[in-house]
Every structure is written in structure tokens, then in C-alpha cells.
């Protein structure tokens, strides 16, 4: 399992810089045919304790991964978690 740590405005994966997109972002780089790939991972949804997963997005040319989060002008601005890995 991965360790995700809230260092000031850094959000840290085992223990290196990790940023954030929104959907509509993750659309952005499709129609820019920015190369990009996902993958899930498991983490304990801090709201009702459940293990859930999680979408991590490696951008090609970006030294960091993507977490998938709600956009903050429509909804909470959360990490977006899912109660069964997406197909």
C-alpha cells in the first residue's frame, strides 16, 4: 500500500511530490493527444473507513503522478474513490 502524506501544499506518494487533476483536465490532455496512462490503487476513504480505489494518471513529460479529484467549482474538490476498481 501506498503512503500518502499532506506536507504544507504538497501532497506526497511514498514520500515524492504527487498532483492533482480533474476529469476535465484528464479530457484536456485527450484532446490535446497528450500521451498519458492510469492505474488504480487502494486507500482507506477517510469519510466511512472503507477501503476504496483511487486513480493515479502518469502524464508523459510530467515528473509526478495525477490523483483524480472532483472539480472544486462543481462539487467537494475531493480525491474521487470508487467502491470497485473501474474496468
Known amino acids: ?3 500518502v ?3 504544507g501544499k504538497t501532497i506526497l506518494l511514498d514520500g515524492k511530490p504527487l498532483s492533482l487533476v480533474t476529469p476535465a483536465g484528464v479530457e484536456g490532455w485527450i484532446e ?3 500521451p498519458h496512462s ?3 490503487d487502494q486507500v482507506r476513504d477517510p469519510l466511512d473507513g472503507q477501503m476504496k480505489y483511487r486513480c493515479l494518471y ?3 513529460g510530467a515528473d509526478v503522478p495525477f490523483v ?4 472544486p467549482d462543481d462539487g467537494d474538490g ?3 474513490l470508487f467502491d470497485q476498481k473501474p474496468k
Open 32 to 34: 490535446k493527444g497528450i
Open 1 to 3: 500500500m501506498y503512503e
Open 38 to 40: 492510469h492505474r488504480y
Open 68 to 71: 483524480l479529484v472532483n472539480d
Open 78 to 80: 475531493r480525491v474521487v
Open 58 to 60: 502518469e502524464k508523459d
Open 5 to 7: 502524506f499532506n506536507v
